[in-house]
């Protein structure tokens, strides 16, 4: 086992080459006084010495042992520096990712010593990620909804803000009145707050990516059949592996093909007491402007969508009205400043009786609810 490693002593040989290089030569020719080395230099040295050790391959690693800490404080200054969204974070999960570790095992064991072969490893990744590239591409995993997904350059990764889609969806299905259509009464279900079975609910989740929001909505809402489309059969490769290791392979069918073109309906539900989709929504300006990380490596096909950014919420809108029950709901998740655009399209349609728009935890608008009318 290496020795932990004393930043100190790397410091103090770092700056007594220096001191040695102005005895021997400026001091004995000038006769001038010793300068002092700062505080600030003497950082400055040692921060060098250790981006050398750790960033340049040709290097021996057997001279500068690495610890867990040592390592997760360089690579969080080395993101800051690079401008990588949260640096902390991203250095945590990159760790973790490459020790086989739990996060918070990274700070038990902050003194253990890591292996030259897990430090290439590191390398690598920490290089990838300097250029913008996201860390759940480098990692092949994110988490979503508190559930942990497989993502691949082939699909968007998913965003925090789209859990309100999934929570409202939830809602809705916990809650839903239940109409007998022989009777024509309505029957309200018990709100299980602890996603007790309420009733068999069927869904459609369109533009299903990674199966993100299909997969969150079935762990939470027990009785939900769910229907899930995607135009990619790579992203739906990404969502079985999804559905798989969630065990929902009996509550999740995937079809490959352009929103609702793939539903037979002889042999599909073609009524749905739910359809949610977040649909790509950049609109030409915006999708010039995005980040180097989201606009460098993430899927256009998943993000631009045209130049209002309206293109598939129009192509949606004109085919749902087949495909929803009386009462039942359409959930869009829409772009911060789209609410009005789209509820004027919805409105277009005569289907609905109830539109609304719901904004996010930083006040823009996020989803829009439409309740499909009984008639």
């Not at 010793?34 to 950082?43: G, L, Y």
């Not at 997904?149 to 809705?172: K, N």
């Not at 999804?242 to 002889?266: A, E, M, T």
């Not at 009462?327 to 009786?353: P, S």
Request: charged share 25%.
């Amino acid at each position: 086992m290496q020795n932990k490693p004393n930043l100190l002593d790397a410091q103090m040989n770092v700056g007594s080459v220096k001191t040695k290089y102005y005895e021997n030569e400026h001091l004995r020719r000038r006769g001038e006084n010793k300068p002092k080395q700062t505080q600030f230099q003497t950082q400055h040295l040692s921060k060098l010495f250790l981006a050398f050790t750790f960033l340049c391959p040709g290097y021996n690693l057997a001279m500068q042992s690495w610890t867990i800490q040592k390592l997760l404080n360089w690579t969080t200054e080395h993101f800051t520096e690079k401008g990588i969204d949260s640096p902390r974070l991203s250095a945590e999960l990159l760790l973790s990712h490459v020790l086989n570790m739990k996060r918070i095992e990274l700070y038990t064991q902050f003194d253990k010593p890591v292996a030259k072969e897990d430090l290439d490893k590191l390398h690598d990744l920490v290089k990838q990620a300097g250029q913008h590239e996201p860390i759940a591409y480098l990692t092949g995993k994110t988490e979503f909804y508190s559930l942990q997904f497989d993502v691949s350059p082939d699909c968007m990764i998913p965003r925090p803000e789209t859990e309100l889609l999934v929570e409202r969806a939830i809602e809705f299905l916990r809650t839903r009145p239940v109409r007998n259509f022989v009777t024509d009464k309505m029957t309200r279900k018990e709100n299980f707050s602890n996603g007790g079975k309420t009733g068999k609910q069927f869904v459609c989740d369109l533009c299903t990516g990674c199966g993100c929001i299909a997969i969150a909505i079935a762990k939470n809402y027990p009785d939900a059949d769910i229907i899930a489309t995607d135009i990619s059969d790579a992203v739906l490769n990404i969502a079985a592996k999804n559905i798989k290791k969630h065990k929902l392979k009996d509550r999740i069918k995937l079809l490959c093909g352009d929103l609702f073109d793939p539903l037979v309906p002889q042999l599909d539900i073609n009524k749905f007491d739910l359809i949610v989709c977040n649909p790509p929504y950049t609109t030409a300006v915006e999708f010039e402007s995005l980040d180097k990380n989201v606009k460098a490596f993430e899927p256009r096909i998943a993000l631009y969508a045209g130049e209002d950014g309206l293109d598939v919420y129009r192509r949606i809108i004109e085919k749902v009205d087949q495909f929803l029950k009386p009462d039942a709901v359409l959930m869009l998740e829409i772009g911060y400043a789209q609410g009005q655009a789209v509820t004027e399209l919805l409105e277009q349609t005569g289907c609905f009786n109830k539109i609304t728009i719901e904004k996010d935890f930083h006040n823009n608008d996020r989803i829009v609810t439409a309740t499909k009318t009984l008639s």
